[in-house]
């Protein structure tokens, strides 16, 4: 028996959300007495043995090229080496790949599907799971009454920790993967910017900020904290700043450490996206803001007197620090 993890990656970079899913799923195996294997796919420039410092007992690498490969080949070579591995729990994360391939293994395993999962199994026999339910505004408890289940776990539900194995046995793997229906024609990557889906700490702004002339107090607060910037719906609308940027019920779903938004009132709409930040900081010049009610700081002001003041003070206690 064991707890097989699609460790992800990306550019050949394993994601930070690989090293929560394999921290949670060596704490599920501990509780099973079940091996904790991961699985990669692609190639894969960092160092693999990295794995074995979270907890995995064993790395399989599936050897199968799969840059002409669609979700439906990758999630076939994954429910097949996990089937082949005696996989009672198989882990990913419950980001956008996740949540794609997350079902399709379901099917091809037989097993059921809990996305959103924030807390190890409380129960075994049927497995019962705590998880996020509409849009992070309630929690329940989900059960899985079948033989084998898929897990995704919400990011930054699970805190990392390492569990140096260091027996951990490193193998690679070959297996039949599905024909595509789909070709790539064209693939173009952003570059040099921190992916809001990654990033730590995100600053996020609204239409308080009166323009996308305005926008450069807030890149440079950004750069200041290594953090990415995002912003509300309407600004996206009306141009402002990329669609990519922006977050909410309709834009990412993201859950970082700390998210600061400023001049940004608070529809349920977008706090929809973000409330599962571990900490949010509301900036507005409106003490009635909707945000107040769910940030856990506040600062009422105006965004052109505070952002600056804030730029200013980090400053200085990076130089003097």
């Known amino acids: 028996m064991s707890v097989v993890v699609f460790a992800e990656s990306w550019n050949g970079t394993f994601k930070k959300g690989t090293f929560e ?17 991961a699985l990669t796919i692609g ?22 090229n799969f840059d002409a490969c669609d979700n439906k080949g990758i999630s076939s070579a994954i429910a097949q080496i996990a089937d082949a591995e005696g996989a009672k729990i198989l882990i990913l994360s419950n980001t956008n790949t996740g949540k794609t391939i997350g079902p399709r293994i379901a ?6 599907f809990i996305s959103n999962s924030i807390e190890v199994p ?33 990011p930054n539900a699970y805190s990392i920790t390492e569990n140096n194995n260091d027996s951990c046995e490193f193998t690679t793997v070959d297996c039949q993967v599905d024909d595509t229906n789909v070709t790539s024609i064209k693939v173009e990557k952003a570059s040099g910017k921190i992916s809001l ?23 440079e607060l950004a ?13 996206s609308d009306i141009g402002w700043r990329p669609h990519s940027e922006h977050v909410g019920q309709t834009g990412k779903a993201i859950a970082p450490n700390l998210y600061i938004a400023i001049g940004i009132s608070g529809a349920i709409q977008h706090l929809a996206g ?48």
Not at 107 to 112: F, I, N
Not at 223 to 235: H, I, M, Q, R, Y
């Open 122 to 154: 409380t129960e075994s026999s049927p497995l019962v799971v705590k998880k996020k339910s509409f849009s992070g505004k309630a929690f329940e408890m989900a059960q899985s009454h079948t033989d084998k289940t898929v897990i995704a776990l919400s």
């Open 223 to 235: 750069d200041l904290l290594n953090a990415g910037t995002a912003c509300s719906k309407p600004v």
């Open 43 to 64: 190639n894969i420039s960092d160092d693999i043995k990295v794995l074995a410092k979270y907890g995995a007992d064993k790395v399989l690498s599936i050897s199968n």
């Open 107 to 112: 099917v091809k395993m037989d097993a059921s």
């Open 197 to 219: 889906a990654e990033a730590e700490i995100v600053i996020s702004a609204g239409r308080g900020l009166k323009g996308p002339d305005n926008w450069g107090m807030i890149e």
């Open 21 to 37: 899913i394999l921290t949670y799923a060596h704490d599920v195996a501990k509780k099973m007495d079940a091996k904790c294997i």
């Open 274 to 321: 973000v409330n599962s930040s571990k900490v949010m900081v509301a900036i507005n010049t409106d003490p009635e803001a909707p945000f107040f009610k769910a940030a856990d700081y506040g600062i009422v002001g105006d965004a052109f007197e505070v952002v600056p003041r804030l730029i200013e003070e980090i400053k200085q206690f990076k130089s003097s620090n």
